[in-house]
């Protein structure tokens, strides 16, 4: 049996990304969250508030995936321009979404009153479905399979719960991990051939050096549990056969 | 007369990062660095830590950048493949750097001494030089107008030091910010209309919720000095003369 592999890519969208201003934290979020539904994030592009920068990654992205993420630029201000750009790399047109319409004069009944900016995050490329926004009003959107989220990140939370369950994915990835204090290099031919004798199984090594000590923590990742789970049990008992001392559950 | 813009590209590589296992901060601290050099970082692709998605990376980004960075997968372990992959992406092939393999003997004289598995540390693609790591012993590469760093940021912090003041770049982007506790979408239109009378010059909006209140960070940017104060100053007084109250430096 072939397990089908679904895949996902995210275009984060945002100049205050790219200049260091903000420390990005929708790349981790999402992607766990995505693991949880059985879909691999496999790609990420990080592309400024430029039409022609996002309609490219938009287009590489969405064909070779089965879904594209994107965060950012749905706001009400002159630098939103993600639904813009994004309904020129579909080839359709903007339209106001009669629902997010009526989910903005709801929201801003008691808030001023809905104005031409507020009414700018109702615009949908033409043909879209939206995704609730339990926190300001403004949705997320959802066209083909593309998902247009906030860039906001308790924002983007709000709207991956809405999503929870809602698109098709597949196996999860399991991942277990161990700890050692080790120099990785002292065990890297140990690693190797670990990964070797286990097929469908990829080792991470990630070195740290805490407390004065050089650790690392090592990370079995497979679709199938079983795997995972005698991989992380060769792995362990080849360490400790090393004269290693292993933590499990990592350090 | 017209500025010649200098461009980066980063690619960051590695599973850890596209799991949401690990939080990359290379991002964040590579676009600041850069700014103070001059050089703007205008796209960044996180792949897996496989060779074709890194050849595939490395030869479009290296292409259309005046600079391409990477960080991640040049450790001792199986699954650090960055500098054949980008062997590979350049059509040249991998050589032990001596430099690197006398500063590996050096490093590991006190340390157990240097075994296969940390020469693989001296592997680079053939013509490259290096950068010098203070931390760690492994150094980076540097190989036409690619620069190969760590993963783990403060190694990568290190080697951005070594690099200071030896790359080529033109002006920094200056950047100025200015706070309100207004809703974004109150004064979009406003800051589309200052956005427009600045040529040279972006408005990036950043809003935020703090305190059960809602407010809103504005960023000017720009590569000249003069362009971006007279923006902030206009921006201000445009905001006052609405009657909102503005805090220099932002919130």
Redesign the interface.
Known sequence: MTTRIWTAALA?IG???????????N??????WL?VQGI??????????KTE?IVEAVNALRARNDYLFTTGGI?????DITVDAIAEALGVGVVHHPQAVAVLEKYYET??GV????L??ARVPEGAGLIENRY?GAPGIRIANVFIMAG?PHITAGMLDALTGTIEGGAP?Q?RTIGCWV????V??L??AV?RAHEGV????????REGKTGANF?V?STDAAQADACIADLTARLEADGRSVVAGGI
Chains 1, 2 share one sequence.
């Open positions: 984060v100049d205050e990304i790219l200049s260091g201003r903000t420390q990005d934290k790349v981790a979020q999402i992607a766990a693991n691999r994030l496999v790609e990420v592009r990080i592309v400024p508030d920068a706001g009400p201000t002159h630098d808030r001023g104005t031409d900016a507020r700018r995050m300001s906001v990835v991942s120099a990785e290099s002292e890297a031919d690693l190797g990964e990829a080792i991470g090594s990630y070195p740290f050096f990370v990742r």
